[in-house]
């Protein structure tokens, strides 16, 4: 039997640290360095994208992710449109050593309203 990507989007959650846009952001605001890593395809980020986000596909995380984020302990956000590819990235950049890492599970439209 294959294994769905909600099945796959559910148990990354079930290890990561998810957050609503609320909480999302006045974590980013009480944060010194904190990143907000945009993890949608680079033709929906150069639609609309948050005003302090990082473009870095899902598929080029463990690649990037090093130069731009040298220090382990950063606080990373992630999003997406809705949740999932932030929650499977934050379960990549956690397996990765990361230690202060957040997806976003809200849709687009709201983390936008509220990150502007």
């Not at 559910?10 to 605001?29: F, P, W």
Request: glycine letters at 6%; aromatic letters at 6%.
């Amino acid at each position: 039997m294959i294994k769905t990507a909600g099945e796959f989007i559910a148990e990354a959650q079930a290890q990561i640290n998810c957050l609503d846009v609320d909480s999302a952001k006045k974590l980013y605001d009480e944060s010194d360095n904190a990143v907000i890593i945009d993890v949608r395809e680079g033709e929906s980020a150069a639609k609309s994208k948050l005003n302090d986000s990082i473009n870095i596909s899902r598929g080029l995380i463990e690649m990037k992710a090093p130069k731009l984020c040298p220090d382990t302990e950063v606080v990373i956000l992630t999003h997406c449109a809705g949740g999932g590819r932030a929650s499977l990235t934050a379960l990549t950049l956690q397996q990765m050593g990361y230690k202060n890492v957040y997806a976003i599970t809200a849709p687009y439209e709201d983390i936008k309203r509220v990150f502007g």
